[in-house]
Each structure stands twice: as structure tokens, then as C-alpha cells.
């Protein structure tokens, strides 16, 4: 049973414009998400993540937004740069948890 | 520089042969982690180390071992390889609170079994 979901395996955004990926998920105990880069050859690298005692929390260009009532939370890249072309995966936990449980990853692609 | 050590990058195997992934951190993290990466399915985790001399089994644990040999290193052992198992492996590393903090991951082994 897949706890995280991410449901676009890829997204193509022109760059300068607004990337959002998206991410569901089912456990409603989880309380903690986060969202990891990852670029070919690399190991996964933390970028934002944000409490579910929030809805909101922003760094830089990056904001990502929870919707506990509807289970859901989004990214969003704000202006798209060319560097940010990566997979991110969403990954979740809850109270108590020592492990994270991730999502099917989706490698956003910029655009120039 | 700090950080998840790898060993080794790339390796083939022949089905049936067996070989031990490594992995060493020098944050004095307390817990660390085996995922495997496969397309369409994400990170899946095979087995965890919350403490030194714990392990338990993650998500997809069959025909793995794991050896939490000291604090810094948590190894990973294929007993005998099947092609299923060529796969991406990372491990990952944090403090108690991590989760919060979120995991510092490895730049992987990649593996393909023949």
C-alpha cells in the first residue's frame, strides 16, 4: 500500500514560470513532510519541509503547502531555473516514527 | 568533508554470487538507513538502524542482511543476488530528532545483478 503518492511521474515547465509538484498521501497519523532533490548520480538532498500544525512554510524560492483536510501538499518553484531540473520526491512521518516513508518521485524538467 | 560514504559506486554481480554494500557517517548520526531506488517505485526502505545495535526490517527486507558494526557504519549484505535486486541502493543517516531535519543521504551504489 503506497502511504506517499506522487501521481505525475514527470512535469515540464518553461523556465521563468511556476513549477508545482504535487503529493498525496493516506495515513492521516503522519505529521511531518518533507521534500527532497535529487540529481542523476547523486544521493536524494533535503530541500523544505514543513509541520502539519502548518499549512505554509517558505525558503527562498520554494514554498510548500499542506492541505491536511484533503490529505495533499504541493511545491512550488517560483521562478523556475534550469538548475532546478532534478526528480523530488515528497516523504512523510509520524509521531513517534524513525523512518520516513517517500513517494514515487517526479523529475521536473525546465525549460528554456 | 562530513557526511554518508558509499562503497563501492558501481558493481556487477552473476545471480547467486553475494557481496556487502558499505556505508560509514562521520556525524555522529544515531541512526541510518538502507533504501533502494527502482523507477516508478521511489525510495523503499530495506532495513534501519534507529541506535547502534539495533536493526529492523523496512519495507522490502527479503534477501538482504544488515550489520550495524559500530556508531559511524551500517553495512548491507546480498547473500546470494537475484536480477530483481539490481537496483540503486542509498543509505542515509540522522540524529534522533532527523526527522525533523530530514535524512543526509549517500550518493549511492549502483547494482546490477547478471
Known amino acids: 500500500d503506497q502511504q506517499v503518492k506522487q501521481n505525475s511521474p514527470s512535469l515540464s515547465v518553461q523556465e521563468g514560470r511556476i513549477s508545482i509538484l504535487n503529493c498525496d498521501y493516506t495515513n492521516s497519523m503522519f505529521d511531518y513532510f518533507l521534500w527532497y532533490k535529487k540529481y542523476p548520480a547523486e544521493g536524494p538532498t533535503f530541500l523544505i519541509s514543513i509541520s502539519s500544525i502548518k499549512d505554509k512554510n517558505e525558503d527562498g524560492r520554494f514554498t510548500v503547502f499542506l492541505n491536511k483536510s484533503a490529505k495533499h501538499l504541493s511545491l512550488h518553484i517560483v521562478p523556475s531555473q534550469p538548475g532546478d531540473s532534478a526528480v523530488y520526491f515528497c516523504?512523510?512521518?509520524?509521531?513517534?516514527?524513525?523512518?520516513?516513508?517517500f513517494g514515487q518521485g517526479t523529475r521536473l524538467t525546465i525549460n528554456p | 568533508n562530513a557526511g554518508v560514504t558509499q562503497t563501492p559506486k558501481f558493481q556487477v554481480l552473476k545471480t547467486g554470487q553475494s557481496m556487502t554494500l558499505q556505508c560509514a557517517q562521520d556525524?555522529?548520526?544515531?541512526?541510518m538507513y538502507w533504501y533502494r531506488q527502482d523507477p516508478g517505485m521511489g525510495l523503499r526502505l530495506i532495513y534501519y538502524?534507529?541506535?547502534?545495535?539495533?536493526?529492523d526490517k523496512g519495507e522490502v527486507p527479503n534477501g538482504y542482511n544488515v550489520s550495524r558494526l559500530n556508531k559511524r557504519e551500517f553495512s548491507l549484505r546480498l547473500e546470494s543476488a537475484a536480477p530483481s535486486q539490481t537496483s540503486v541502493y542509498f543509505c542515509a543517516s540522522t540524529t534522533n530528532r532527523g526527522l525533523v531535519y530530514g535524512y543526509t543521504f549517500g550518493s549511492g551504489t549502483r547494482l546490477t545483478v547478471v
Open positions: 516523504a512523510a512521518s509520524g509521531p513517534g516514527a524513525q523512518k520516513l516513508v
Open positions: 556525524m555522529n548520526h544515531n541512526s
Open positions: 538502524s534507529a541506535s547502534e545495535g539495533t536493526t
